[in-house]
C-alpha cells in the first residue's frame, strides 16, 4: 500500500498501534504508537497518549507543528472564533466555547493543564500565524515526543527482509505496517 492510497484525513491519526523501531542505530527505539503528523489532531492525539501512560512518537514531515496554517487560509485568517468572555467562570464551559484550543488534562480546581490559545492571541478571529505559535507552546509545555523532519514516503503491510521471512513475523502480519522516511528508515509499526 503507497502512502498515495492512503485518505489524507486518516494521516494525522495513524496512531496505529505501532510497534515502531527506527533503524538508526545499534539500539532501534521502539513505541506502541505512531501518530504520522503534528497539527491539532496529531498533537491532541499524542497528549492523550502521553496522558495514558502510552509509548509514543509523532513523526512530522516539517520543522515545527502545524505548518499547514503557514499557508492556509489563504486569506491568513482562522474562521473559528476565539471566544474568550463566555460569561461564565467555569473552566470546562469555557473550553467548550474556545474553538481553537486543543484539550487538556485538568488540574485540581478546574485549572486547564494544557495552555489555552488564549495566551497567543486575544483576536475574535486570530492570524493563522497565532494557531501555529500556540501548537508549538501545546508541544513543548506538555513536552509531547515530535519527531520533526521526518517525511513518511512510503506505508506497506509487512515488508519481506530479503530472507523469506516478514520483518514483524512476531506479529499478525494483517496487522503490521512499514512507514519508510525520506531517508529510507523504517519505522514498524502493528
Given at each position: ?13 495513524l ?16 513505541h ?14 499524542g ?8 509509548d ?45 484550543s ?33 501548537l ?24 519481506s527482509?530479503?530472507?523469506?521471512e ?10 503490521s ?7 529510507g528508515?523504517?519505522?514498524t509499526?502493528?
Open positions: 500500500m503507497q502512502l498515495s492510497s492512503v485518505p489524507l484525513s486518516l494521516l494525522p491519526l496512531a496505529a498501534q505501532c510497534l515502531c523501531s527506527l533503524a538508526d542505530g545499534p539500539h532501534p527505539r521502539r506502541d504508537y505512531c501518530v504520522l503528523g503534528a497539527g491539532p489532531a496529531g498533537l491532541q492525539m497528549h492523550f497518549l502521553q496522558e495514558t501512560g502510552r509514543y512518537v509523532i513523526l512530522e514531515r516539517n520543522h515545527e507543528p502545524g505548518s499547514f496554517f503557514a499557508i492556509y487560509p489563504r486569506h491568513g485568517r482562522l474562521i473559528s472564533i476565539n471566544k474568550l468572555f463566555t460569561g461564565r467562570h467555569n473552566p470546562e464551559f469555557n473550553l467548550r466555547h474556545d474553538w481553537n486543543l484539550l487538556g488534562a485538568v488540574r485540581g480546581r478546574g485549572q486547564p493543564r494544557a495552555p489555552l490559545f488564549s495566551r497567543v492571541s486575544s483576536a475574535l478571529y486570530p492570524p493563522a500565524h497565532s494557531l501555529r505559535r500556540y508549538s507552546l501545546f508541544a513543548q509545555e506538555l513536552r509531547l515526543r515530535v519527531r520533526y523532519g521526518v517525511d513518511v514516503a512510503g506505508v506497506s503491510q509487512g515488508t527482509q530479503g530472507n523469506g516478514k520483518e514483524c513475523d512476531r506479529f499478525d502480519q494483517s496487522q505496517y512499514t512507514l519508510t522516511d525520506q531517508e528508515l523504517n519505522y509499526c502493528r
